[in-house]
């Protein structure tokens, strides 16, 4: 008899202590919902606006002629992040501090992408970027500008070689759709001094040529073509 009473002693002192932790734990929700920290929303606020967001970017993330808003971040996952831009431009990638760090990709409002790696916001260290009509350049960046070695792809002809300011810059080869090679020592937008080296051709020079209109320029290599040499 004292046994089974002091089992069920036991027991209801086990369902009071159950109680009363039930109830703090719902009045302590309840004072955090309803509760600021230094001015920022509440708990229930940011819960339902993250929420919101995350349905919104998971189904509109490449939709990059949103209309204008300030740069907001939407969180994917712990691993993914989601930059939306005033100008219409698209990040998703590693983000550090509200702002893009490590590996990630920039949708461009103009249609131009980068995939890379960034460094304090801006694209760093190596990564390929296309252009909107689909000529591309891999190869080096530093602080958001083309730099060190890269290579430069479009319909017309390849480049191989050293870049400076996001210029073409000091050495570098074009590579020609006959088979042949154009070398190069650039600057300021010119080229300096070029050979063009063709298989079974004796080689040709170029002297002076001004870069501003790249395409066109090598398209028409030939006509820029030195016989004599000899005064120059």
């Given at each position: 008899m004292f046994i089974t009473t002091v089992i069920k002693f036991s027991t209801l002192?086990?369902?009071i202590i159950f109680f009363v932790i039930l109830i703090m734990i719902i009045r302590y929700i309840n004072q955090m919902k309803n509760t600021t920290s230094r001015g920022k929303k509440?708990?229930?606020?940011?819960l339902k606006r993250n929420t919101k967001s995350f349905l919104k970017n998971r189904y509109n993330m490449f939709n990059i002629h949103k209309k204008s808003e300030d740069a907001k971040v939407y969180n994917i996952n712990c691993d993914d992040d989601v930059i939306?831009?005033?100008?219409?431009d698209i990040y998703r990638g590693q983000i550090k501090n509200g702002i893009r760090e490590g590996l990630g990709t920039c949708y461009f409002a103009n249609k131009d992408i980068y995939e890379g790696m960034w460094k304090n916001d801006k694209m760093d260290c190596v990564g390929k970027y296309v252009f909107a009509d689909k000529s591309f350049y891999s190869g080096d960046f530093k602080n958001g500008c083309k730099e060190g070695i890269g290579v430069?792809?479009?319909d017309?002809?390849?480049?191989?070689?050293?870049?400076?300011a996001d210029k073409k810059g000091r050495v570098g080869t074009f590579h020609l759709p006959d088979n042949s090679y154009l070398k190069v020592i650039i600057e300021n937008?010119?080229?300096?001094?070029?050979?063009?080296?063709?298989e079974g051709h004796k080689d040709e020079y170029i002297y002076n040529v001004d870069l501003t209109n790249e395409r066109e320029v090598i398209k028409n290599i030939k006509s820029y073509f030195v016989r004599d040499v000899s005064n120059i």
């Open positions: 002192v086990k369902v509440s708990i229930n606020y940011l939306r831009y005033a100008n219409g430069f792809t479009c017309d002809y390849k480049y191989i070689g050293q870049y400076y937008g010119t080229i300096i001094e070029g050979t063009y080296l063709r």
